[in-house]
């Protein structure tokens, strides 16, 4: 049996919350409403996030162009993924949603510019 | 040269006033200090924009890409590297950049859209000697993410605004270890969002009632000295100060809006917003001169930036038009508990709600927020809890804002948290 403290987030009151997790089972305590109960316990079983940063650029007006995994990566993945992506090196121009990199990590999640990249 | 309304600043306020105002027929002159329009957006690569108007999470250059796209499809005069350097009363604006040398344009609206910039050291008195190393957060912001330029392996971060925090994840994920955020306050000064998904998320240690008290290194930062803050003093505690080794120092401790220009045609400024007087249309005291976004009060969500930044545009337009209604004012008091309230006027008859924002002094539960002109309540909501680093917002119906017959105002009443 181990005990998880989350900071739920889900809304400006921040409770703290605990989740006792023994075995399957997951025990939420310290939640004030269902919503808070759902996040901690995705957060515990898999938490995500969604991964922003750049990538190299050639030929842009700008030397870096920011990116975002299209979807959710595993929190776990982010440094791995961000390791990928600094060898990487895309050519402008570039538009907002163009995939840069796919299925990173084999997370079958893409990677996609967030803005529009100019040649100069 | 002569234009309607010329919009300063290219950032999120600029752009949703300047999109809205050329939609109303009025022609329309944006001037952007910088080579690019979005203001702060492009740095700003992280996730969190839009979650209010676009009913997603958007990177700050997404967010920014939509009204970029927008005002280039409309009828709007863009001027980018150029920068305003002079306002006058008859509305004359003086401007350069290095194509056209210095310039003058008149026009019969200005709307200032400038945003804010960051405190520095010395601002803040931070002691010590100038060795290399030591950045605002706003700069590693955008040498890392624009420029790709990385500064440091050890990083101590000062403050915990909102810029420190989201840039302290990034020094992680760029391979340095950063050794501790310091904020002298007893309460983080960033979201709690920034405070898990930036902090918790890399297990970087929060000290609050800590401060730096002394830099050191002679070329570049080695190290600072840090210690424990009384509470009741804010000066540091004798024999709490320990070193941590470093070779870059991030100040984080906050923004302040860039009002240079404004003070220029003698705005009435307000007392804790660092920026103008705005009425319900972010009209201020200058007849025809508007003032949006940060420019105004330091905003947490970019959303309540573009909503404020529209009734700018709209009302710029009418003015032009000289269609605006100009009832009689009625003013808006910070009271208990609250730090600000923008706008600090309104202008009856209105047609439709005006929303209020304010920041509240302390940390409060179950909050009760009231609206008053002496005994009656003009609006009123609970909140489960209010904080200084996030905006509190409240609407007054257009019927009880009609009823108003001089001043009202804002107080917070809760449990003290
Ligand atoms: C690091 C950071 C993280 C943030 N994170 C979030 C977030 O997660 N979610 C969210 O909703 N909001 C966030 N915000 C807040 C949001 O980005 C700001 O509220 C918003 O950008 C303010 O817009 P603005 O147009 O008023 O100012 P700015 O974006 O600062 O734009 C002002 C523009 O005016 C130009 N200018 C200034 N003076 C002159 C002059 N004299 N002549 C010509 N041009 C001039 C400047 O160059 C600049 O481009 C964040 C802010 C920062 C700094
Ligand atoms: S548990 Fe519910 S009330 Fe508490 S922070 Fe999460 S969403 Fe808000």
Redesign the interface.
């Known amino acids: 049996m181990i005990t998880k403290k989350i900071?739920c987030?889900c809304?400006?009151?921040?409770c703290s919350v605990n989740v006792i997790i023994n075995g399957d089972n997951y025990q939420v305590i310290g939640e004030q409403c269902k919503r808070g109960k759902d996040y901690a316990i995705q957060e515990v079983k898999d938490p995500r996030?969604?991964l922003?940063?750049?990538v190299?650029i050639n030929f842009g007006?700008?030397?870096?162009l920011?990116v975002?995994s299209k979807n959710e990566v595993p929190?776990n993945l982010?440094?791995e993924c961000?390791k990928i992506l600094s060898k990487v090196v895309v050519e402008a121009p570039i538009r907002?949603g163009d995939v840069v990199y796919k299925n990173i990590h084999d997370t079958r999640i893409d990677i996609i510019a967030?803005?529009?990249m100019e040649r100069v | 040269m002569e234009t309607d309304v010329v919009v300063i600043g290219g950032g999120p306020a600029g752009l949703a006033a300047a999109a809205i105002a050329s939609q109303q027929q009025v022609d329309v002159t944006i001037f952007e200090r910088a080579?690019?329009l979005g203001g702060i957006l492009?740095q700003c690569?992280?996730?969190g924009f839009g979650n209010f108007i676009f009913n997603k999470?958007?990177?700050?250059?997404?967010y920014?890409?939509h009204y970029i796209d927008l005002v280039k499809k409309l009828k709007i005069h863009i001027k980018t590297d150029t920068t305003v350097l002079k306002i006058t009363k008859d509305k004359q604006i003086i401007a350069t950049n290095s194509k056209d040398g210095l310039f003058k344009i008149k026009t019969k609206s200005i709307i200032l859209a400038m945003g804010c910039r960051e405190r520095t050291r010395s601002q803040i008195l931070l002691p010590g000697s100038r060795p290399a190393g030591i950045y605002t957060a706003g700069t590693t912001q955008r040498l890392?993410?624009?420029?790709?330029i990385m500064l440091g392996s050890k990083i101590v971060i000062l403050g915990s605004g909102d810029v420190g925090l989201i840039m302290a994840r990034r020094f992680i994920?760029?391979g340095a270890e950063v050794k501790g955020v310091f904020e002298i306050l007893p309460h983080p000064g960033g979201l709690?969002?920034n405070?898990?998904?930036c902090l918790?998320?890399f297990d970087i240690p929060l000290n609050l009632c800590h401060t730096i008290t002394e830099i050191h290194g002679k070329k570049r930062v080695t190290g600072v000295t840090v210690a424990e803050i009384d509470r009741s003093t804010f000066n540091p505690k004798k024999g709490t100060e320990f070193f941590i080794p470093c070779d870059t120092l991030v100040i984080a401790v906050g923004l302040i809006p860039e009002n240079e220009l404004s003070k220029q045609v003698n705005i009435s400024m307000g007392p804790n917003t660092g920026g103008p007087v705005v009425d319900n249309n972010m009209q201020t005291s200058e007849a025809g001169v508007f003032a949006c976004g940060n420019v105004v009060h330091v905003h947490d969500l970019v959303d309540d930036v573009t909503i404020s930044s529209e009734l700018a545009g709209k009302a710029a337009a009418e003015y032009v038009k000289n269609q605006i209604k100009e009832g009689a004012l009625k003013s808006i008091h910070p009271g208990k508990n609250v730090f600000y309230v923008v706008p600090q006027h309104i202008r009856c008859d209105l047609k439709s709600s005006v929303t209020l924002y304010f920041r509240v002094k302390n940390i409060m539960k179950n909050a009760e927020i009231k609206l008053t002109e002496k005994n009656y309540i003009v609006a009123q909501k609970k909140e489960?809890?209010v904080?200084p680093p996030?905006i509190v917002k409240i609407d007054i119906l257009p019927e009880e804002a009609n009823k108003i017959k001089q001043s009202v105002e804002v107080s917070v009443e809760g449990e003290l948290f």
Do not use: S
Request: overall charge positive.
């Open positions: 900071t987030i809304c400006p009151l921040g996030r969604v922003t940063t750049t190299k007006i700008q030397k870096m920011p975002k929190k982010l440094n961000v907002c967030t803005r529009d | 080579r690019e492009p690569i992280h996730n999470m958007l990177t700050g250059p997404e920014a890409q890392i993410n624009v420029d790709g994920l760029e709690t969002r405070i898990v998904q918790e998320d489960r809890i904080k996030e």
